[in-house]
């Protein structure tokens, strides 16, 4: 079983950045694709950006939506088995709840289909005001 908890939301202007983390606890991956989503009220979730990693080959790779890219970041710490999303030039449509997901293993799948994730955290509100 694995455990995901998000930290990091809050309230922020217009213009202003946030950096969310997930920290993943229950087993280690030595393959993983981590992603994040988020859902704002009577919509439906959406994907905004994933990574994947794997010890194997050393090598990472990072997905986006178009909506965020250019402004938001994703990152990963192994040592601390944490990802984290770095969101800046934030807009008011950037409110939601923002949920990180994971696929402890290699992904053959779409990693922006929140179909092809296993576990799921339990979500950070981000709130931007205009």
């Known amino acids: 079983q694995v455990q995901l908890v998000e930290s990091g939301g809050g309230l922020v202007q217009a213009g202003g950045s946030l950096r969310l983390s997930c920290a993943a606890s229950?087993?280690?991956?030595?393959?993983?694709?981590m992603g994040w989503f988020r859902q704002a009220p009577g919509k439906e979730r959406e994907f905004v950006a994933a990574?994947?990693?794997?010890?194997?080959?050393?090598?990472?790779?990072?997905y986006y939506a178009g909506a965020v890219k250019g402004r938001f970041t994703i990152s990963r710490d192994n040592a601390k088995n944490t990802v984290y999303l770095q969101m800046n030039s934030l807009k008011p449509e950037d409110t939601a709840v923002y949920y990180c997901?994971?696929?402890?293993?290699?992904?053959?799948?779409?990693?922006?289909?929140?179909?092809?994730?296993?576990?799921w955290g339990q979500g950070t509100q981000v709130t931007v005001s205009s």
């Open positions: 990574i994947s990693f794997s010890f194997s080959w050393s090598g990472g790779r990072t």
């Open positions: 997901a994971v696929v402890p293993r290699t992904l053959y799948g779409d990693p922006y289909s929140p179909g092809a994730y296993d576990y």
């Open positions: 229950g087993r280690t991956f030595s393959s993983y694709t």
